[in-house]
């Protein structure tokens, strides 16, 4: 694991804010189901910003939430690894909607923020009820 991952723990924000982590997981879910590839370019750019969106709330939190775990906790060190990929995905260039790879890059982002959520789940963050046992 790089310095990075282990750092964003380090800095852990005293307030959190509330998760809609259904929500996030059913948009998510719109990338990853049946008809995915059947999706319209402006869907799936709109689903695109969604993903990039939510990853960027699930972040912050996901780091506050291991960052509440002692080093070397395995629901930490596995949160780390998700934080980063996540981090990974985001940096990605930008993929028009025209593009055939449009959708993979959803797809990419689908799964990180479903990977942050049950992370976020697993390490007990503040809205993990939220999720009704889903994760």
């Not at 780091?63 to 002692?70: L, V």
């Not at 996540?86 to 055939?100: D, E, G, I």
């Not at 049950?118 to 809205?127: E, K, S």
């Amino acid at each position: 694991m790089n310095a990075t991952a282990h750092g964003a723990a380090e800095q852990v924000p005293e307030q959190t804010i509330p998760l809609d982590l259904q929500t996030m997981r059913q948009t998510a879910l719109k990338a990853l189901g049946e008809g995915a590839d059947d999706l319209p370019m402006d869907a799936v750019e709109s689903l695109i910003q969604a993903l990039r969106g939510m990853l960027l709330l699930l972040l912050p939190e996901v780091t506050a939430a291991a960052g509440r775990h002692p080093k070397g906790d395995m629901p930490r060190v596995c949160a780390l690894v998700g934080i980063e990929e996540a981090w990974r995905h985001l940096r990605t260039p930008y993929v028009p909607a025209a593009s055939p790879w449009a959708l993979r890059h959803a797809q990419r982002l689908a799964r990180s923020v479903m990977a942050l959520t049950d992370h976020y789940v697993n390490l007990g963050g503040p809205d993990s009820a939220n999720l009704g046992g889903q994760a």
